[in-house]
């Protein structure tokens, strides 16, 4: 069972241009941790949220926690290059991280 | 601070060996340690969780076995590979921060099996 469906699975897109990446699930998550993952390297914690209705801001990223905590979303301004990589959310209602399927994200200059 | 280290980084083995990965955690004491297996550009699935040394959890039914000799030493291991169990290998340990934990991530191991 898949507790957490991302989407898009692929996106690309050309600089300069504004995304936003899904994570939904039916259960309720205690927290949310977004990741930015590079080709032959671990993934890397990018934030966690907490609070329903929760928003973080990192640089051009913005996170958003649903209401109920059951749902996630990435929205990226302005994306470069740098950008580039698998973003995965994950959900931990205890002491499993249960992660998404990954969006992979390419931003061609 | 802490760090999470794990090798080989690459590992290219013949279908019937052995296979043993290390992974191990620097900075902290008594984490929780997980091993996950990713495919190429997917999510990760979960193999393996520790929260104590001798105390393993099995997620999924395979030719692999996990190990926790020591505090902050995790082990993956096989003793036939199978062509299947090629993948990018994923060690990580979780902060507690009560209310709720964070995962860190290792730099993977990059094991194919010819």
């Known amino acids: 069972t898949q507790l957490l469906e991302q989407s898009p699975q692929f996106l690309s897109i050309q600089e300069g241009e504004n995304l936003t990446v899904y994570c939904n699930s039916s259960?309720?998550?205690?927290?949310l941790q977004w990741y930015r993952q590079e080709p032959g390297e671990g993934p890397v914690l990018l934030v966690t949220?907490?609070?329903?209705?929760e928003v973080k801001k990192l640089k051009r990223l913005t996170f958003q926690f649903g209401d109920a905590r059951k749902d996630s979303s990435l929205h990226i301004t302005a994306a470069q290059p740098g950008d580039t990589g698998l973003y995965l959310c994950?959900?931990?209602?205890?002491?499993?991280?249960?992660f998404g399927t990954g969006t992979s994200l390419t931003v061609i200059p | 601070s802490q760090t999470i280290h794990q090798w080989p980084a690459t590992l290219v083995q013949p279908v019937g060996s052995p296979l043993s990965l290390e992974c191990t955690v620097e900075?902290?004491?008594?984490?929780?340690l997980y091993w996950y297996r990713q495919a190429a550009g997917r999510g990760l699935q979960l193999l393996f969780y520790s929260v104590g040394i001798g105390q393993i959890s099995s997620e999924v039914p395979q030719n692999l076995s996990a190990s926790r000799p020591q505090d902050r030493q995790f082990i993956l291991s096989s003793k036939k590979l199978l062509l299947s169990d090629s993948g990018f290998y994923l060690c990580a340990w979780t902060r507690d921060y009560q209310l709720y934990n964070e995962q860190f991530f290792g730099p993977g191991t990059r094991l194919t099996v010819l």
């Open positions: 994950a959900g931990a209602p205890g002491n499993q991280f249960y």
């Open positions: 259960s309720v998550f205690s927290s």
């Open positions: 949220v907490v609070t329903g209705g």
């Open positions: 900075g902290t004491s008594n984490p929780n």
